[in-house]
């Protein structure tokens, strides 16, 4: 979606259908969805147990993709190695389909491009020779769609050879009104494995606009409004995303498919992507640019404990090859990469593979840095400490033994950055280790250790020492361990713009990316939902989940910790002073322990509870949700596991 000309055309066209749209307000949870459900509720569904890696075809050559070039790129990831190291996926992206089939609704290959899928009889066409290519070479195969009637290329590549063809309905080729249908023919009949959809569908096919007009397409009244989550309608969006997940389901009892929602970090997708698919999309999409990258980056980074095993942020595809990621910018290359892998982001390619530098090859494959983004806990690199122009990010690797750590020179000149023990949740007084996993070496320190960063420059090591939990484990640590089930928020924010970038759609034409209020009010690590420090009755702390009250937070006691301590309270941030809350921690549904009311002001009050044998642990923060006054911000403070009982 990246035409300047529509966003600004469709501008007044959304008031003339805004009485169609029902802006929706968050409504407080159900008293019943803060009850501890006792197992735990985050989605198994799809097979993406760590990020997806492989290729898609898009950045390379939009809608002018064609087999050669695909298996071109098939051929490169076998040969080079890069297979083996988990680059699979195969992913065709835009611009594959000639039209629906009137008679019967089934979809038709553009032969042209595909000749493989001219396999006649009375199917037409077929993916299936190109599947069973693909898989003979030891490859999985991806498909792109729509959620609505039309696709992206139908509004923004009106130049394009390959667009689909014949009348209004032989040109609607997304899955409305055809969910099962086509998951059916994708997923039974051709054998792909993993799907893409997007969501222009819902988004650019206006009322009344010149596009529809022009274009003669089935006009439909927009759920999605770019830029305005309240005229956006988020659970009309959700719900055809879940028809599709139930559908994939079904056709693929097995569970051996991946889910990519496409809907660029809109209608509160950050929220309930994980409850629907593997993997969503947190912002626009991604453009060769150093800005861009940074945008894209800021969209994912801030949610690591809405990511974990089977479900990621999706920052987009990797934009290596192709302008400040082109061979001439080493520096950026890495950059970019070692980003991606920090924040568990797929790592899916997207130049001509067959005709990219050898320098390419090798940081892809880079197999410590490809180790951190598969690692199978799926913990998120947490952002440690941010700044405008350096951030460290920290992530934690398996059970917390080791971490891995990027510092990130997000500017043009160089930049001094210090790492301290405590930024990795080491112990000051003892040696650190860090392994350069871009140059291989190593060093120790002890309690910090400075660095000038080039511009642009990430160094990624990991880092071995005394953890300062010596025998448990900050929940911060382990986001992937952690479900977000209910998050309290009441009201779906606007996201948070941190890096602000000429918008790929709409260029100087519109009002700019204006700041943006800065935060959404999701669950955090370390920090509030909105990005302070944790602090209650002045007491700071480093450690801790920051979140609304009236939430419900799961937590996996996979390693089997016997106890959980935290020094809870309302935030000194929180913009309601007025209501106290309570804070409780179940233990498969039992309760363990909770608070007494606190309040603004009162000291942080200290739990223990005894986890001995739990599974799963649920922390709930109960107030009043009285709908005039915003949400009180909860604090869980230092809030662990360790491993013995009775400290
Ligand atoms: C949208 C998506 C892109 C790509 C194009 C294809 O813009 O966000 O990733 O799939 O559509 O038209």
């Not at 169609?20 to 459900?37: E, G, M, N, R, S």
């Not at 032969?111 to 037409?124: K, Q």
């Not at 990797?318 to 520096?331: R, Y």
């Not at 880079?366 to 998120?380: I, M, T």
Request: glycine share 10%; with cysteine; hydrophobic share 40%.
């Amino acid at each position: 979606m990246s035409q300047p000309r529509h966003r600004s055309v469709l501008r007044g066209v959304f008031v003339t259908t805004m009485a169609l749209l029902v802006a929706h307000a968050y409504a407080k949870p159900a008293a019943d969805a803060l009850a501890p459900a006792g197992r735990w509720e985050g989605k198994t569904d799809g097979s993406a147990s760590t990020p997806p890696m492989g290729w898609n075809s898009w950045n390379a050559f939009r809608t002018e993709v064609d087999e050669d070039k695909v298996m071109g790129a098939a051929r490169v990831l076998v040969d080079s190695g890069l297979a083996k190291l988990g680059y699979t996926q195969v992913n065709l992206d835009d611009g594959w389909w000639l039209k629906r089939r009137t008679s019967d609704g089934r979809l038709q290959i553009r032969t042209g491009i595909f000749p493989s899928a001219a396999t006649g009889g009375p199917d037409g066409t077929s993916f299936r020779p190109f599947t069973d290519k693909l898989h003979a070479m030891g490859l999985k195969a991806g498909i792109y769609t729509d959620i609505g009637r039309n696709a992206c290329s139908q509004a923004y590549d009106l130049h394009s050879p390959n667009l689909p063809q014949g009348t209004t309905a032989e040109r609607e080729v997304g899955l409305d009104g055809h969910v099962t249908q086509d998951i059916n023919l994708y997923f039974k009949e051709w054998g792909f494995d993993y799907i893409k959809i997007d969501a222009c569908g819902l988004a650019d096919f206006v009322p009344g606009s010149e596009l529809v007009k022009k274009q003669d397409y089935r006009a439909m009244a927009p759920l999605i409004e770019r830029g305005s989550i309240n005229r956006t309608d988020i659970g009309a969006v959700r719900a055809r995303y879940e028809a599709v997940a139930a559908a994939l389901k079904a056709a693929r009892p097995a569970n051996d498919y991946v889910l990519s929602i496409c809907a660029w970090g809109m209608a509160n997708v950050r929220t309930w992507g994980k409850d629907v698919g593997n993997l969503w999309r947190t912002s626009a999409d991604i453009t060769p640019s150093w800005t861009s990258m940074l945008h894209n980056f800021d969209s994912a980074a801030k949610r690591p404990l809405y990511a974990g095993p089977g479900h990621w942020n999706d920052p987009d595809i990797l934009h290596i090859g192709h302008g400040d990621f082109d061979a001439a910018h080493p520096v950026e290359v890495r950059s970019h990469f070692s980003l991606w892998a920090m924040i568990n982001a797929p790592m899916l390619v997207s130049y001509d593979l067959r005709n990219g530098p050898a320098s390419f090859l090798a940081v892809l494959g880079n197999a410590d840095v490809v180790r951190l983004n598969q690692d199978k806990a799926g913990h998120q690199g947490v952002v440690t400490y941010d700044s405008d122009d350096a951030q460290i990010i920290v992530k934690t690797l398996g059970d917390g033994q080791r971490k891995a750590v990027a510092l990130f020179n997000r500017g043009a000149s160089p930049a001094p950055v210090t790492l301290l023990a405590r930024h990795l949740k080491l112990s000051d007084s003892a040696p650190v280790t860090l392994r350069d996993l871009w140059s291989k070496q190593s060093a120790t320190f002890t309690g910090e250790k400075a660095f000038t960063l080039a511009p642009h420059e990430t160094l990624v090591f990991e880092a071995t020492g005394k953890r300062q939990l010596e025998n448990g484990v900050y929940l911060s640590e382990i986001p992937g361990s952690i479900n977000v089930a209910v998050d309290g928020t009441r009201q779906a924010q606007p996201d948070p713009t941190i890096h602000r970038m000429i918008d790929p759609w709409s260029n100087t034409r519109s009002g700019g990316s204006r700041p943006q209020y800065a935060g959404w009010g999701g669950a955090q690590a370390d920090t509030t939902p909105f990005g302070q420090t944790l602090q209650v009755a002045g007491q700071a702390f480093d450690s801790g989940i920051g979140i609304m009250a009236n939430s419900r937070l799961q937590v996996k006691n996979d390693a089997g910790h016997a106890l959980l301590t935290a020094s809870v309270g309302v935030d000194d941030s929180t913009e309601n002073t007025k209501q106290p809350v309570r804070f409780h921690v179940y233990g498969d549904g039992k309760l363990l322990a909770e608070s007494p009311p606190v309040a603004f002001g009162t000291k942080a009050h200290w739990l223990r509870a005894d986890i001995r044998g739990v599974k799963i642990i649920e922390l709930v923060v109960r107030g009043a949700a009285s709908d005039g006054a915003p949400p009180v911000v909860a604090t869980w403070g230092d809030v662990q596991l360790v491993r013995a009982a009775g400290r």
